[in-house]
């Protein structure tokens, strides 16, 4: 039986409303911004390595909740773009240390500048109360990274 609580309707509006302006926000729909395409995954990959400088492969399959099979395709794929390198550790040969190129921290300036001014845009004479929407959407991100956690902690049978 569906949930139809006035709470539950909020955040169900809340979810689409996100998702919508995801849509918006998406570069490949828009002729304004110049960047390499990438798959979903790819994205998340370099997301985490341009946010965290020098990070491992297994640190960066953590933070993306990715496979290390499919850690290592993306990996591949960012390499052969020109946006990601695999560095030997200089303490510790054994380890890899990944680095985002500056064709990436370029082509991420550049996205980061169309996002913001769409959301100036759009948001107009609001825009000044974008901080105060971060905060909530950050609280919100952190949940549901905490909760995804939780859930591959207790194994496939907590998944809904």
């Not at 570069?27 to 400088?53: C, K, M, Q």
């Not at 020098?54 to 933070?63: K, N, Y």
């Not at 959301?119 to 901080?131: E, F, N, V």
């Amino acid at each position: 039986m569906p949930d139809t609580s006035r709470d539950d309707r909020d955040l169900a509006e809340l979810a689409e409303c996100i998702l919508r302006i995801a849509r918006e926000l998406d570069p490949h729909a828009s002729p304004d911004v110049d960047v390499i395409p990438l798959t979903g995954t790819e994205t998340a990959v370099l997301r985490w390595v341009h946010r965290n400088p020098g990070t491992s492969p297994s640190a960066t399959a953590h933070g993306t909740a990715l496979r290390r099979s499919n850690l290592s395709a993306a990996l591949r794929e960012l390499e052969g773009k020109g946006l990601v390198t695999r560095e030997t550790d200089p303490t510790d040969h054994r380890q890899v240390r990944l680095e985002a190129t500056a064709l990436a921290d370029e082509g991420i300036a550049r996205l980061r500048t169309f996002w913001a001014g769409r959301i100036r845009d759009a948001m107009g004479a609001d825009a000044p109360a974008a901080a105060e929407v971060l905060d909530v959407l950050e609280r919100l991100d952190a949940g549901m990274r905490a909760d995804a956690g939780m859930r591959a902690d207790a194994g496939p049978s907590a998944a809904p």
